[in-house]
């Protein structure tokens, strides 16, 4: 299994598509997390703007930076998942694997295993450019450098971990489900965007809708980081797609069904992936 893995792992490296990925969402993270604030907060002396620039210091880098994970960084995992499985499809490596090598199921655990380890660089490298970024800003505003406590830290990249994590399997399960990834990107998007988003919207208005919603990646996700101080999940964000506002669910139940969601979004690739054909 480790050699499966140890390809799936160098097939992954060598794309550029995840390279690409990595890029863009590490340099969203640090525009939106950082950049846009830090300019805004020197541009303005509201009493919202000093906040927004107290929350840019380093003892508050877990608060800060969880807050892209339940969507934008969702978005990114969900991409990931799909084009790591799904392009197989598209260039006919699946059929080449199950017919000389190992068992589909085999083969399959190798990719979704190596896809978990990919997902740690998307976790940590925007923790530590935002590290970075926190104690630059310090220094220009004068700040003490005070970090953040360790538990929060290794709290809040254990729960971007599980995030990304539920949506990367999420992404699987398109790309298996349509066998390629043109659609499975496009049903993904538009699910977190259009379903998951304009649903948990309207439970504000429409009560029948908040047990549905409760049920949601994206309701878990919002709930899970709520407890680490996560502003796009307390009504203190600007608003925009990020944004939530419930309903929410406990902790523990966040982590249940996001859990759950990993383990059923791959069970159902699995069960797909074994029965059908690949071609």
């Known amino acids: 299994m480790m050699n499966e ?44 703007d000093t906040a927004a620039l107290r929350q840019l210091m380093p003892d508050r880098i877990p608060s800060n930076l969880i807050d892209g994970f339940p969507f934008y960084g969702g978005a990114f995992a969900i991409m ?13 490596t699946l059929k080449t694997l199950f017919t000389q090598g190992p ?22 490298l925007p923790f530590v450019l935002g590290g970075m970024s926190s104690v630059i800003i310090a220094l220009l505003e004068n700040s003490p450098i005070i970090g953040p406590s360790a538990i929060s ?24 489900l349509s066998r390629g990834t043109s659609l499975a990107i496009g049903v993904g998007i538009l699910y977190t965007l259009a379903l998951e988003g304009l ?11 908040e047990p549905l919603v409760k049920l949601f990646v994206r309701t878990n996700a919002y709930s899970l980081i709520k407890p680490l101080g996560a502003a796009s999940a307390d009504g203190a964000s600007s ?17 249940i069904m996001l859990a759950v969601y990993v383990v059923v979004f791959v069970g159902v690739s699995a069960v797909a992936l074994r029965r059908r054909d690949v071609a």
């Open 5 to 48: 893995i140890r390809v799936e792992l160098l097939v992954l490296r060598k794309r550029t598509a995840t390279w690409v990925l990595l890029g863009v969402w590490t340099l969203l993270a640090m525009i939106f997390a950082y950049i846009v604030p830090y300019m805004l907060s020197r541009t303005s002396t509201t009493m919202a």
């Open 103 to 124: 068992s589909r199921l085999r083969v399959f655990g190798a990719k979704v295993i190596a896809i978990a380890i990919t997902l740690v660089p998307f976790v940590i």
């Open 199 to 209: 649903l948990s919207l309207m439970a504000g208005s429409v009560s029948l809708l």
């Open 239 to 255: 608003g925009g797609p990020g944004a939530f506002d419930g309903p929410f669910v406990s902790t523990t139940q966040a982590l």
């Open 80 to 92: 990931l998942g799909v084009l790591a499985i799904g392009s197989d499809y598209g260039w006919g």
């Open 153 to 176: 830290l290794v709290e809040a990249v254990l729960a971007s971990l599980l995030i990304m994590l539920a949506w990367a399997a999420f992404g699987i399960v398109l790309a298996v």
